[in-house]
């Protein structure tokens, strides 16, 4: 039986769920059923590359050099048909595309092909709120309610971006929709905790009776970090608990961040460990699972999101997380169970940390109820069977 090729096309390799979901289809779809050629674009100047995730997993793929995740006609065009190229030269039989440029550019790619080929678009959020003014995304959710229409399948990562997509957005019926969650390889997360927490704690100068919070994520305008530093100012004032923050990541709203953080009042760094301080701004890190084992609490500001990665990661090494109720959040955190979902008022987000901070029972029974529930729903491998079924399905 000839093998299924499959042309799977990345917004960009920067470090985040997509380039992991992309990276474990890859690696682990059935070889003797399928074979996989990975594109995308390349990282921003502020992101983290994901070059290392796929070279340690031993992953081929081919960056397009000009697909950026800004809109830009010149370069879009020249991604366009470098992806027609690409289309022609490898003669796919299944163009799976995830997020929202490459579904853009490499479902109109697929247009241009002379043979039919089987189109499957994976939503990992979505760009049709908080990024662009209220005409561009009017137009966005045309073009993809017309690409939806081309679409074979389109896969929600959560079940209630599946519900916004059919009911408040209108791209397309909810028969069209399959809902796949996202997968990780979390064994990392949840394995050696203690001595990771002790390192990470000694060379940043945490004692073991501070409550450390730490926000993972890109230093940009949807990921909101100015309610972390408000509800670390709003907890700070309120709590007798010796608290410390981490922010790991780094992105285009890093100075503005410091700037406001010092207006708050507390004391930080940015790359440079010292003695004493409120707030450390860490940039990207790669061990992550040292950090998040270092963690008492790992908070998520968002405006807008999928599914946050960090959450789901967090969950795995047994913390207590706290989110803004966002995109798939709440199908992964069942509040006051395995995390809590808060609004983004400062008040109530703030008073659920508070909650938080100052009962070690309670962190503690969160994050063991969150680890169970992490590690039996997004383990990659029932990612990989989830769309092996799907696709031999079409």
């Given at each position: 039986m000839?093998?299924k090729k499959?042309?799977?096309?990345?917004?960009?390799f920067?470090?985040?769920?997509?380039?992991?979901?992309?990276?474990?289809?890859?690696?682990?779809?059935?070889?003797?059923?399928?074979?996989?050629?990975?594109?995308?674009g390349?990282?921003?100047?502020?992101?983290?590359?994901?070059?290392?995730?796929?070279?340690?997993?031993?992953?081929?793929?081919?960056?397009?050099?000009?697909?950026?995740?800004?809109?830009?006609?010149?370069?879009?065009?020249?991604?366009?048909?470098h992806?027609?190229?690409?289309?022609?030269?490898?003669?796919?039989?299944?163009?799976h595309?995830?997020?929202?440029?490459?579904?853009?550019?490499?479902?109109?790619?697929s247009l241009?092909y002379?043979?039919?080929?089987?189109?499957?678009?994976?939503?990992?959020?979505?760009?049709?709120e908080?990024y662009?003014?209220?005409?561009?995304?009017?137009?966005?959710?045309?073009?993809?309610?017309?690409?939806?229409s081309?679409?074979d399948?389109?896969?929600?990562?959560?079940?209630i971006?599946?519900?916004?997509?059919?009911?408040?957005?209108?791209?397309?019926?909810?028969?069209?929709?399959?809902?796949?969650?996202?997968?990780?390889?979390?064994?990392?997360?949840?394995?050696?905790?203690?001595n990771?927490?002790?390192?990470i704690?000694?060379?940043y100068?945490?004692?073991?009776?501070?409550?450390?919070?730490?926000?993972?994520?890109?230093v940009v305008?949807i990921?909101?970090?100015?309610?972390?530093?408000?509800?670390?100012?709003y907890?700070k004032?309120?709590?007798n608990?010796?608290?410390k923050?981490?922010?790991?990541?780094?992105?285009?709203e890093?100075?503005?961040?410091?700037?406001?953080?010092?207006?708050?009042?507390?004391?930080?760094?940015?790359?440079?460990?010292?003695?004493?301080?409120?707030?450390?701004?860490?940039?990207?890190?790669?061990?992550?699972?040292?950090?998040?084992a270092?963690?008492?609490?790992v908070?998520?500001?968002?405006?807008?999101?999928g599914?946050?990665?960090?959450?789901?990661?967090?969950?795995?090494?047994?913390k207590?997380?706290?989110?803004?109720?966002?995109?798939?959040?709440?199908?992964i955190?069942?509040?006051?169970?395995?995390?809590?979902?808060s609004?983004?008022?400062?008040?109530?987000?703030?008073?659920?940390?508070?909650?938080?901070?100052?009962?070690?029972?309670?962190?503690?029974e969160?994050?063991?109820?969150a680890?169970?529930?992490?590690?039996?729903?997004?383990?990659?491998?029932?990612?990989?069977?989830?769309?092996?079924?799907?696709?031999?399905?079409?």
């Amino acid at each position: 039986m000839r093998k299924k090729k499959i042309l799977r096309i990345l917004n960009r390799f920067n470090v985040g769920g997509p380039v992991y979901n992309a990276t474990y289809l890859t690696k682990y779809l059935n070889p003797n059923y399928f074979s996989t050629t990975l594109i995308g674009g390349i990282h921003e100047e502020h992101e983290e590359s994901a070059r290392y995730i796929l070279e340690n997993e031993k992953i081929n793929y081919k960056e397009i050099k000009y697909m950026r995740r800004k809109i830009s006609p010149f370069y879009d065009l020249i991604s366009l048909i470098h992806i027609i190229y690409i289309i022609y030269k490898t003669k796919p039989d299944i163009i799976h595309t995830h997020a929202a440029k490459a579904g853009l550019l490499g479902r109109f790619a697929s247009l241009f092909y002379f043979k039919k080929v089987k189109l499957i678009h994976t939503y990992h959020g979505n760009v049709f709120e908080g990024y662009f003014s209220n005409t561009i995304n009017k137009i966005i959710v045309s073009i993809e309610r017309y690409l939806a229409s081309k679409s074979d399948k389109i896969i929600a990562i959560s079940r209630i971006q599946k519900i916004d997509l059919v009911n408040k957005y209108l791209i397309c019926d909810e028969s069209k929709i399959e809902v796949i969650p996202l997968g990780f390889d979390l064994k990392k997360f949840s394995n050696n905790i203690k001595n990771k927490r002790n390192l990470i704690r000694k060379k940043y100068n945490i004692s073991n009776e501070e409550v450390l919070i730490s926000i993972v994520g890109r230093v940009v305008p949807i990921k909101n970090h100015k309610l972390f530093i408000d509800v670390f100012n709003y907890c700070k004032l309120r709590t007798n608990v010796p608290i410390k923050a981490l922010i790991i990541g780094d992105g285009s709203e890093m100075e503005d961040l410091i700037n406001y953080t010092n207006e708050n009042g507390l004391s930080f760094s940015y790359k440079k460990i010292i003695d004493n301080y409120d707030v450390l701004f860490c940039s990207w890190q790669r061990d992550i699972d040292y950090f998040l084992a270092a963690s008492d609490i790992v908070a998520l500001t968002s405006h807008n999101e999928g599914t946050p990665v960090s959450i789901i990661e967090s969950m795995a090494c047994g913390k207590a997380s706290i989110s803004t109720n966002v995109g798939g959040v709440s199908d992964i955190i069942e509040n006051f169970k395995s995390g809590i979902v808060s609004n983004c008022s400062v008040k109530e987000f703030g008073n659920h940390l508070l909650k938080l901070i100052n009962d070690e029972n309670l962190r503690t029974e969160l994050g063991v109820n969150a680890k169970s529930r992490s590690l039996e729903l997004f383990n990659y491998n029932v990612l990989v069977n989830n769309v092996e079924k799907l696709y031999k399905s079409i």
